[in-house]
């Protein structure tokens, strides 16, 4: 026992003091029945699906997970405290179903949350409380992965109904400690069962700093409220995911929820775009439509089998992409992120519904050439890249790109930075002191709205025309509730320069608060020579606030 503490130990501390055990070197991927099955899974449901996954050839691409979402247990514990397998949806019992998928040379992925019932249940039991005994089970029955949900985070249903009407199996404003003491119970117990079960935290990024203490306890950590079968969730998780890249690494991955591709909400590009997001977020890839054969129409099927795609998510550095430059009006971001070899991944997205030709630079991907410019999914190297070029992309579609043969450009040098500290403000935009944090200025600018304003004179751009601005900005409205209906996570502003039209930029969510800033890089028009010129800030829709405004800086 205190040899294996010790073994513990060492891999702890081989990542990093404060990371979880690398239990998956590369996000897991695989099959989950909740996205096409609801709360309602059995076991002809998951052996046909388990055997289509491996008929269809998605194991041999590395599917290799087949997980069992809510619903699947009873209302009651056996006699030893364990929870038991619905009879009736599991006639064989759970046990067996796990030899079954073993024998498909596959994982067998298991489902329970840190509350007192599952998910979409009155009834049915979770682990709150029970954590040492459930954990114990999940290794005795092959269990390889645990995916840990987060409703019914107590059981005073009557009272929080009464006080809060609201539902108390999801409770978004539910206390949460940090770390979250529920979701480290578990991490615990996982820790002293004998097999390695891949731990899977999906507790949607209720509170604050997630991806600070989610790491230290997980394997992978879901970053938001549920995806749904529709386009606009492609949008919210995308810009939910943004911050999460100070905190994904080798063994610990931002969850963005399983995927939609087949599930017939979208269309093949949007599933495309859906697919390639995820994959150079590092998402953990988890199909979540139907593997039956023949139930999922074959150009779904294709985007899943993407090998191209698939290697992208699955390289060995682990990291993250970056959002780099975001063109609302225009509608259009470009991401991009490091590959192994050398290699970047560039990810061009066209948010609007139409065709359009979108310019693209290397230099703000660091880039000044590559000698290899492969587009991923039209298959098709596009030979080498050293000067603005222009890609003709679908409405909702995404040019992936990976370059390789890179010669490397500097980062754009900060030319001046100008402190929300020296901003004159009108209307009820505030100045707001935050301590230590709003870095780098430790103040920011608050209450932001149409009719509030904050403008920067004599500010100098380092010469006339467009320029490369980065703005530092503060968005925590992570839109729990709020995103089922048309809540989203984004805020407007409303940018001049020189009193010229008002550019509109979506900003996307900055850390893991109110108080942690994120720079989103846009480009600004209009700018005279010398310290001339006056950039005015403002909101950017009808009676929303505008992200809080730390300060920005000209590159150049
Ligand atoms: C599993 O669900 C399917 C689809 O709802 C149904 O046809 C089948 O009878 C169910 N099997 C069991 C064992 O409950
Ligand atoms: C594209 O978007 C515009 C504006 O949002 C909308 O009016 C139009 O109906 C959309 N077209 C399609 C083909 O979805
Ligand atoms: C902007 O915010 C102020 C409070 O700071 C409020 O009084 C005003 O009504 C808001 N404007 C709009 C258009 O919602
Ligand atoms: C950046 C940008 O243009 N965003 C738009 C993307 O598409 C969604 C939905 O399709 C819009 O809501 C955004 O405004």
Same mark, same amino acid.
């Given at each position: 026992?205190?040899? &294996?503490?010790?073994?513990?130990?060492?891999?702890?501390?081989?990542?990093?003091?404060?990371?979880?055990? $690398?239990?998956?070197?590369?996000?897991?991927?695989?099959?989950?029945?909740?996205?096409?099955?609801?709360?309602?899974?059995?076991?002809?449901?998951?052996?046909?699906?388990?055997?289509?996954?491996?008929?269809?050839? &998605?194991?041999?691409?590395?599917?290799?997970?087949?997980?069992?979402?809510?619903?699947?247990?009873?209302?009651?514990?056996?006699?030893?405290?364990?929870? $038991?397998?619905? @009879?009736?949806?599991?006639?064989?019992?759970? !046990?067996?179903?796990?030899?079954? *998928?073993?024998?498909?040379?596959?994982?067998?992925?298991?489902?329970?949350? +840190?509350?007192?019932?599952?998910?979409?249940?009155?009834?049915?039991?979770? %682990? &709150?409380?029970?954590?040492?005994?459930?954990?114990?089970?999940? +290794?005795?029955?092959?269990?390889?992965?645990?995916?840990?949900?987060?409703?019914?985070?107590?059981?005073?249903?009557?009272?929080?109904? /009464?006080?809060?009407?609201?539902?108390?199996?999801?409770?978004?404003?539910?206390?949460?400690?940090?770390?979250?003491?529920?979701?480290?119970?578990?991490?615990?117990?996982?820790?002293?069962?004998?097999?390695?079960? *891949?731990?899977?935290?999906?507790?949607?990024?209720?509170?604050?700093?997630?991806?600070?203490?989610?790491?230290?306890?997980?394997?992978?950590?879901?970053?938001?409220?549920?995806?749904?079968? =529709?386009?606009? %969730?492609?949008?919210?998780? +995308?810009?939910?995911?943004?911050?999460?890249?100070?905190?994904?690494?080798?063994?610990?991955?931002?969850?963005?929820?399983?995927?939609? *591709?087949?599930?017939?909400?979208?269309?093949?590009?949007?599933?495309?775009?859906?697919?390639?997001?995820?994959?150079?977020?590092?998402? !953990?890839?988890?199909?979540?439509?139907?593997?039956? @054969?023949?139930?999922?129409?074959?150009?779904?099927?294709?985007?899943?089998?993407?090998?191209?795609?698939?290697?992208?998510?699955?390289?060995?550095?682990?990291?993250?992409?970056?959002?780099?430059?975001?063109?609302?009006?225009?509608?259009?971001?470009?991401?991009?992120?490091?590959?192994? %070899?050398?290699?970047?991944?560039?990810?061009?997205?066209?948010? %609007?519904?139409?065709?359009?030709?979108?310019?693209?630079?290397?230099?703000?991907?660091?880039?000044?050439?590559?000698?290899? $410019?492969?587009?991923?999914?039209?298959?098709?190297?596009?030979?080498?890249?050293?000067?603005?070029?222009?890609?003709?992309? @679908?409405?909702?579609?995404?040019?992936?790109?990976?370059?390789?043969?890179?010669?490397?450009?500097?980062? !754009?040098?900060?030319?001046?930075?100008?402190?929300?500290?020296?901003?004159?403000?009108?209307?009820?935009?505030?100045?707001?002191?935050?301590?230590?944090?709003?870095? !780098?200025?430790?103040?920011?600018?608050?209450?932001?709205?149409?009719?509030?304003?904050?403008?920067?004179?004599?500010?100098?751009?380092?010469?006339?025309?467009? =320029?490369?601005?980065?703005?530092?900005?503060?968005?925590?409205?992570?839109?729990?509730?709020?995103?089922?209906?048309?809540?989203?996570?984004?805020?407007?502003?409303?940018?001049?320069?020189?009193?010229?039209?008002?550019?509109?930029?979506?900003?996307?969510?900055?850390?893991?608060?109110?108080?942690?800033?994120?720079?989103?890089?846009?480009?600004?028009?209009?700018? *005279? +020579?010398?310290? =001339?010129?006056?950039?005015?800030?403002?909101?950017?829709?009808?009676?929303?606030?505008?992200?809080? &405004?730390?300060?920005?800086?000209? /590159?150049?």
């Amino acid at each position: 026992m205190r040899l &294996l503490n010790l073994f513990h130990l060492c891999i702890i501390f081989s990542n990093g003091a404060f990371s979880a055990k $690398v239990r998956t070197k590369t996000p897991p991927m695989g099959w989950n029945s909740y996205n096409h099955y609801g709360c309602n899974p059995n076991e002809t449901i998951i052996k046909t699906n388990a055997k289509g996954l491996v008929d269809q050839g &998605l194991l041999e691409l590395g599917y290799d997970q087949i997980t069992v979402d809510c619903g699947w247990a009873t209302s009651y514990r056996d006699s030893q405290n364990r929870l $038991v397998w619905d @009879p009736q949806k599991f006639p064989s019992g759970g !046990p067996t179903l796990g030899s079954y *998928v073993h024998g498909l040379n596959l994982k067998f992925g298991l489902y329970s949350g +840190a509350g007192v019932k599952q998910c979409g249940s009155e009834t049915i039991k979770a %682990s &709150l409380g029970y954590e040492t005994v459930d954990a114990a089970a999940f +290794a005795e029955w092959g269990g390889d992965s645990l995916k840990y949900d987060n409703c019914w985070p107590d059981d005073k249903d009557t009272f929080l109904v /009464l006080a809060n009407l609201q539902s108390p199996m999801v409770q978004y404003n539910y206390p949460e400690n940090d770390p979250s003491t529920r979701f480290r119970t578990m991490s615990d117990a996982l820790e002293k069962v004998s097999r390695s079960i *891949v731990y899977q935290v999906c507790q949607w990024g209720v509170g604050e700093n997630l991806g600070t203490w989610a790491r230290q306890i997980s394997n992978s950590w879901r970053i938001s409220n549920d995806i749904e079968n =529709k386009w606009k %969730s492609i949008w919210r998780i +995308a810009n939910q995911v943004v911050p999460f890249y100070k905190h994904t690494g080798v063994g610990m991955y931002a969850d963005m929820d399983m995927l939609m *591709v087949g599930n017939s909400g979208l269309n093949i590009e949007e599933e495309k775009t859906h697919f390639g997001l995820w994959a150079i977020n590092k998402s !953990p890839l988890v199909i979540g439509c139907s593997l039956v @054969p023949g139930a999922t129409r074959k150009e779904s099927i294709t985007i899943l089998k993407n090998k191209e795609v698939i290697a992208i998510n699955q390289d060995s550095l682990g990291k993250q992409a970056q959002l780099v430059l975001r063109y609302t009006e225009e509608e259009y971001d470009i991401w991009a992120g490091e590959l192994s %070899s050398g290699r970047k991944v560039v990810a061009v997205v066209n948010w %609007s519904n139409a065709t359009k030709n979108i310019p693209f630079e290397p230099i703000p991907v660091g880039v000044s050439s590559a000698s290899g $410019v492969r587009d991923v999914y039209a298959a098709t190297d596009l030979g080498s890249l050293a000067a603005p070029t222009t890609y003709n992309i @679908p409405g909702h579609g995404i040019k992936l790109l990976v370059l390789s043969g890179i010669s490397a450009a500097p980062a !754009p040098k900060e030319l001046f930075y100008y402190k929300a500290t020296t901003a004159s403000l009108t209307g009820g935009a505030q100045l707001v002191s935050c301590g230590t944090d709003c870095a !780098p200025v430790n103040s920011k600018i608050g209450n932001i709205n149409t009719s509030a304003r904050a403008s920067f004179s004599n500010v100098d751009a380092g010469g006339s025309g467009k =320029k490369l601005v980065s703005v530092d900005f503060i968005n925590y409205e992570v839109a729990l509730g709020s995103a089922w209906a048309d809540g989203t996570n984004t805020r407007e502003m409303l940018i001049s320069v020189n009193s010229g039209a008002a550019k509109r930029f979506s900003f996307p969510i900055s850390g893991g608060n109110w108080f942690e800033t994120g720079r989103l890089n846009i480009v600004l028009d209009g700018f *005279v +020579a010398g310290a =001339k010129n006056t950039i005015t800030f403002t909101g950017g829709k009808g009676s929303t606030w505008a992200p809080d &405004l730390v300060g920005f800086a000209i /590159l150049g």
